[in-house]
Structures are given as C-alpha cells and as structure tokens.
C-alpha cells in the first residue's frame, strides 16, 4: 500500500515537472516559436527599418486647374515673394537716405572731422562731398562716401524699385519704365530725399506695375501667343524618413506618447498624368484655346505652372494639415509593432527653434548674423522651459514638455555646431561670436581684456545652464575652444592696449589723424575736438598667453588616441634606456621620483598643445619641459645626463602647468582602462558597434 502511495506521489511528481517546463519554454518563447508581441526593438534598429521604408504618404489632393501661356510667362505664383522682396529694398534705400539726411544735420565742423578717407581728394571735391547740401550732382557720391550703398544697389528688385519710385515722384501713369539711366536715378533720389517722412509706398500697385512690365516686355511673337489649359490631376503629402534621426522623437512609455521633433509633413509628389481617370476617359489635359504660334515648349512650360498652381491649391486646402493627421494614427500603430508598446497620442512640435537652425545651416555657414539669432532664440527657448517647470498647474505635463524642449535645443546645438562660422578655422561654437566681436575692430581694449579673462574662468567651471548646453557633458571642449579663440588672438598680433581722453585743436587733431592712430567718441567744443585715442600696452600681449589652458582637444582626436593601443605605451625598466631618437611624432614623459618608468606618447607634442605658450616664438630647441615634477622629453643622446641637467624654462603659469598634467594624466588612464577591459566588454562594445552600423536589409540590394 506504502508502495503504491509513494509510486503515485512519483508519478504527479513528474508530471508536474513536465508541465512546469513547458510552461517555462512557453513563458521564454524563443524566436516567437509560440507568436505573442515581438520584443522591444533599439532605438537605432528602429530608426533604420523606418528609413527603409522610405516615404509614407498620408494625403492626397485631387484638383483641377486652369493655366495660360501668359501666367507662365509671368509666373504669378511668385507674386507673395516678389511683395516681400520690394519691400526690403525699398527700406533699404529708405535707411540709407535717413542716414544721409542725419548727416547733414551734423555741423560743418563735425562733418570734416568724419572725413577720413578723403584726403585724396581736392578742396572742391571735399566740399561737393562733405559740405555742399544733397542735391542732383552729389547724392550717389555722398551715399557711396556714408553708408552700404554698394550693396544696396546690388539688392533684389533694385532696379525694379527704383524705377517704381521715379514714376511715383515724377507723377507719371505709364505701364511700364525701363531701368533709370544715371540721371533719372540721381532724380529720383533727391527727391526720394525730399519726401523721407511720407509713407508712399504701395506693394498693390507695384506688384500690378511688374508683372504689367514683365508682360509688355515680351516680344511681339511671344505676347501674339494664346494657349489656356485645364489641368487635372494629384498632390501627395507625407513624411520622408530619408532625414529621420533618433533624435527627432521621443517615446514616452509611461504616458504612451510618441512625440516628434522638427519631423514634419511635407509635399512629396505632384503630377498631371495624360488621363486624369483611365477608365472613365478623362484627360489630364484638356486645352481651352490656343492658336497656331504655340509649340511644344511652350505646352510644356504651361503644363509645369499648371503643376505648381495645383500644389499652391493643395496648401491651401490643408493639405499638409491632413497628412499630419493621418501620419500620426499612422505612425502611432507603426511604432507600437515595432516596440511592442501601445501609442496612445503622437505629437509633432515645430519649434521655432528647429526652423531657425534648419534656416541658418541650409547653406551649411553660419554667418556672425545668423548666429547672433540663434543665440537669442536659444536664451528664449531657455526663458520658455523655466515657465514651464515653474508652472503651478498641469506641472507634471508641463515639465514633460520642458524637458522635451531642452532636449530638442541640445540637438539643435550639436546640429549646428558641425557648421563653419564665418572665415574661422574652428566650426561654429559657443564662444564663436565673441571672438568674431572681439576681433573686428582689429584691437583689444581694457573692456575687451576683462571680458576675456572672465570668459576664461566660466570656461573652466561651467556655471550657467546656457554654458552647460554647449559642453554637452564634456569638461575638456569649451576650455580648449576658448584657447584657441585666444592663440588666434595672439597670432594675429592684434593690438592691445586702452583709450584716452584727449583734447587738441582742428588742425592738430587732423594733422594727427593722418598718423594712423585709432579713435572714437568725438566731438568739438569750441575750437577744439575732444576725443579718445587707443594707447598700446605691449604687457598685455604677454598677458594674453596666460590666459588659455595649454592643451588642444578635440572630441575626434580624443577618442582616436583613446582608441588606438600604440599610441600611449608605458615602459619598464626605463634605467637601461640611453637614448631616444628625435621624432616629430612621439614623446616621452618622466617622473624622476619613479625613474624606472617612462611614458611613451605617439602623438606630436605641437599637436597636443599650443607651442607658443611654452616659449614665444618656437618650441624646436626645447628637446626636455619640466612640468613641475615632470620631465617632457622630445629627445635624448643620452637620457639619464638630460635627466640631470637644468631644463629650460617656459613661460607656462602654475595654473596652465596642472592643467598640462591633468589633461595628459587623464588621457593615459582613459587609454589605459579602455585596453585593459576585460573579455565580455570588449565583445559587448564591439557587438554593440556592429549593431549600431548594421545596413538595413535593403541597403543590401542598392
């Protein structure tokens, strides 16, 4: 009976062994065996099979249009464009005469002391320029002596403009005016002068004006032409994920948000097929008139303006609206397959911010001006997402949003950090447009040094968030960007020094005028001029050297050298070494505390560093530094004498040698942790490499 007892507990024993086995491969499910939800997906995986997709279309538009030979010609769709673009110039010209105009409510004196630069001239000229009132034969001379008006005269629609307001003041009615010779210029300017404070412009009648001048100076051939067309056909909008990246979106798991950053709809097609609808007989094309002078060419620029008037139509419409809304629900299941999370909401956020850096970086420069805007968009957005953590009500969804926001301005920094800025050697940065400030009056004064030496310091201790955004976590890239602002400094030779008050008569001020001394702030008191001169202090260029840390960094370099096992190697037994060959591209380190080990570094010291700081003018002769227990050796006949010699002195300060030495401490043990990780995490690294740069299965087929 025992027997059977135990042989039955055996038994249920087993099967209950069984069952839990199968239910723990169930609960496993290896490769999906048993289906279920696919497992959550990485981030770059993801972004990869959305690229492969290419587009998604998520509306389209059917319309019909009608287009003629004569709308072609003229293209009025680019009337919006052409309103806008008058508009600037006329203020433009508008600015320039105000100048003028406060010019010459200078006094006679004030005007001659402003005449730099036209000692070249004879008495009358000087007179016709700076004296004589505006009149018909001195305006363009005293607007090119002024101001920019080389360039405004280069502005779109100058001509156009110009010739638009000659018929304004000369009370004409033609249709039409060719560009102004040089005497209807002069004309129109003087009495564009005259007229500064009446508002006269009209962007109704002068749109009505070009296009009638555009039209009337067609030949007679062309203007005999008639071809009107309907055209039938599609507009598609969507979204392009050729461009998408892992930082445009954002997954928030916990609300079941998907939210997108700077990822809009767009117009992806536009088409007029010969047969609108096949089936039914209906043409993409019927033609309304024409007579026997058109030919194909000309069919075929109404057909392409018919394209783009249907597009226009389909903006109107709401076109990209409607994508936006279908693309949502679209993207909102394809994300909740691809990580196997349910996607209650997606949002896109079009932040002025994003538009801005996508607007600056289109020709991929970054001009002083556009960067300036970037700047103050970024402390606004930066004003914004304080508003919105200290918001009182919906704080959990507002700070959600703040933090969102800071996210997307990071991205937009580093996005446009990887553009040159104007003509300097580093890409644009966050100290960019103060050393473009700095540097473009071509000398640096008392105001100028202070706030260099406070720029120095904040460089070091990131203090504010703004700072922090633009180190993006990295201690070693705003120092170094800010040293090489002030080794460009150096290298330039740019005065240093201060202004001083000074007062001298007329003729001794011009006198040393002509002596090429800088000035600002003048004025005249009697017969006297009161002024400030720029006095030299040659100790302030050596002060300058003192300024920057002593190292150069960059992120790329920085890893290459991490990255590279030869490049810092530590060698024992350094006692039995006699010699070290001179070699541009290596160098050694020694601390005579511990004189059995050397560091070898291949990498060139010049590379590593600013060799001016060490010694003005060259580092060739300094074969061995000292930096403070440290011996940096270039090269050595005989390494234990060099060793016991006196080294040569630099011009390094405590301050710049530590920072030597904890930047070329850090990087040997970063380098030294990097190759001395153990198996899995070299195997863990590598395969998270290979996956990262994993081709897409079509890129496979390209």
Do not use: C
């Not at 060799?611 to 003005?616: D, K, W």
Request: hydrophobic letters at 40%.
């Amino acid at each position: 009976m025992i027997r059977q007892v135990l042989h039955s507990v055996r038994f249920i024993l087993e099967i209950l062994l069984v069952v839990g086995l199968v239910a723990l491969v169930y609960w496993w499910n290896p490769m999906n065996i048993f289906g279920g939800k696919p497992g959550i997906q990485s981030t770059a995986n993801i972004v990869s099979e959305i690229r492969e997709m290419g587009q998604l279309i998520s509306a389209e538009y059917y319309g019909e249009v009608v287009a003629s030979i004569d709308e072609a010609q003229m293209n009025l769709l680019e009337e919006p464009e052409i309103r806008m673009q008058a508009r600037i110039t006329y203020d433009e010209i508008q600015l320039e005469l105000e100048n003028l105009r406060n010019f010459h409510e200078l006094s006679s004196e004030n005007r001659l002391a402003l005449s730099s630069g036209t000692e070249n001239l004879s008495r009358r000229e000087r007179r016709k320029m700076l004296i004589d009132e505006v009149g018909y034969k001195n305006v363009l001379e005293k607007l090119y002596f002024l101001g920019d008006w080389d360039e405004t005269s280069q502005r779109v629609l100058f001509d156009e403009v110009t010739a638009f307001a000659y018929m304004h003041f000369q009370e004409r009615n033609e249709a039409s005016v060719d560009r102004l010779s040089e005497r209807q210029l002069r004309q129109t300017l003087v009495s564009w002068y005259k007229n500064l404070n009446a508002e006269w412009w009209d962007s109704d009648r002068f749109s009505t004006d070009y296009f009638g001048n555009k039209l009337s100076s067609l030949s007679r051939s062309e203007a005999r032409k008639k071809l009107a067309m309907i055209g039938r056909g599609t507009v598609k909008a969507g979204f392009d994920f050729k461009g998408l990246s892992e930082s445009m979106y954002h997954h928030d798991e916990e609300m079941g948000e998907l939210h997108f950053f700077g990822f809009a709809p767009q117009i992806l097609n536009a088409d007029i097929n010969p047969w609108f609808i096949p089936e039914k007989g209906i043409p993409g094309f019927d033609i309304l008139t024409y007579n026997g002078r058109v030919n194909f060419n000309d069919s075929k620029k109404v057909k392409r303006y018919a394209v783009q008037k249907l597009t226009v139509n389909a903006r109107n419409a709401g076109i990209i609206q409607q994508a936006e809304r279908n693309g949502g629900e679209t993207l909102g299941r394809l994300f909740s397959l691809l990580t196997g999370k349910e996607i209650k909401k997606v949002f896109f956020h079009q932040d002025q911010i994003i538009q801005l850096t996508q607007d600056i970086t289109r020709d991929y420069y970054i001009s002083y001006e556009e960067a300036v805007h970037f700047e103050k968009a970024i402390q606004n957005e930066l004003q914004t997402i304080d508003s919105l953590k200290n918001a009182s009500e919906d704080r959990y969804n507002n700070r959600r949003l703040a933090e969102n926001k800071e996210n997307t301005l990071q991205q937009m920094i580093r996005t446009a950090r990887q553009y040159e800025f104007e003509s300097e050697a580093l890409p644009y940065h966050y100290y960019s447009t103060f050393w473009y400030q700095i540097a473009s009056d071509s000398l640096v004064d008392r105001a100028e040094w202070l706030a260099i030496q406070s720029q120095a310091s904040s460089s070091m201790e990131p203090n504010s968030r703004l700072v922090a955004l633009w180190a993006d976590r990295d201690s070693l890239l705003l120092p170094s960007q800010f040293g090489a602002g002030v080794m460009q400094l150096y290298r330039k030779d740019v005065p240093m020094g201060d202004f001083s008050d000074s007062t001298l008569s007329v003729p001794a001020w011009q006198q040393l005028e002509k002596g090429g001394m800088r000035f600002r702030n003048l004025s005249f008191l009697g017969d006297s001029v009161v002024f400030e001169s720029f006095l030299i202090d040659e100790s302030l260029q050596d002060s300058l050297l003192q300024v920057p840390v002593p190292f150069n960094y960059s992120p790329e370099s920085w890893e290459s050298w991490i990255g590279e096992d030869e490049r810092i190697r530590l060698i024992q037994r350094a006692d039995t070494i006699r010699q070290l060959s001179e070699n541009s591209n290596v160098f050694w380190i020694m601390d005579p505390s511990q004189p059995n080990s050397l560091l070898q570094f291949s990498i060139p010291f010049a590379e590593i560093t600013h060799p001016e700081l060490f010694r003005p003018g060259s580092l060739s002769n300094m074969q061995q530094v000292t930096l403070d227990t440290w011996v940096v050796i270039r090269s050595a006949t005989d390494l234990q004498e060099a060793l016991n010699q006196p080294h040569p002195n630099h011009a390094l300060s405590e301050r710049q040698v530590a920072q030597m030495q904890s930047f070329l401490e850090s990087l040997y043990r970063k380098h030294q942790a990097y190759h001395s990780r153990d198996f899995l995490s070299q195997a863990g690294d590598w395969f998270s490499e290979k996956w990262a740069n994993k081709p897409g299965i079509l890129d496979k087929f390209q």
